[in-house]
């Protein structure tokens, strides 16, 4: 699964703040945890609490929080990934494992160029890394749900 390659660079792009806020990663596995669907309500909880908390509510602490939030989302989308990969080679074998590789690649693609895409078109904003951040958030914690939830008939 290819890593946070645009909130990377976000990241990078972005000046430390003085006093960082932080994502609360318990709040983030809760919400996996209790999601019945692939858009649950609580996709960005976490980032807005932290956006409560000193330095989080300017264009930097807001982006941080975001990122903060999709970056524990990208580690239940890897754990979840492997969880399914190895569904599959149990229920088709090595085949319809590949087939998911194929379709992760594709996806992270997928999400990296569709958040992109949003980043460029307000890039002359300071509103770009929130945006982009948000729509890296979102994709990514849906992306953990379906994954979750792949080849299940529940």
């Not at 379709?103 to 992270?108: R, V």
Request: charged share 25%; net charge negative.
């Amino acid at each position: 699964m290819k890593g946070l390659s645009i909130v990377a660079a976000l990241i990078c792009a972005t000046p430390a703040l003085a006093q960082e806020p932080s994502v609360d990663t318990n709040a983030v596995r809760a919400c996996f945890d209790g999601a019945k669907d692939t858009h649950p309500a609580c996709i960005g909880e976490a980032a807005a609490a932290c956006q409560d908390q000193p330095g989080g509510d300017t264009t930097l602490g807001i982006s941080a929080c975001l990122q903060g939030e999709a970056q524990v989302w990208d580690d239940i989308a890897k754990s979840q990934y492997k969880a399914a990969r190895a569904r599959l080679l149990e229920q088709g074998g090595t085949e319809l494992a590949n087939k998911l590789l194929d379709a992760q690649s594709a996806w992270g693609q997928y999400r990296d160029s569709d958040c992109g895409l949003l980043y460029e078109i307000w890039k002359d904003g300071t509103i770009r890394t929130v945006v982009a951040s948000q729509c890296y958030l979102e994709r990514t914690a849906q992306r953990a749900l379906e994954l979750r939830d792949l080849g299940r008939m529940e």
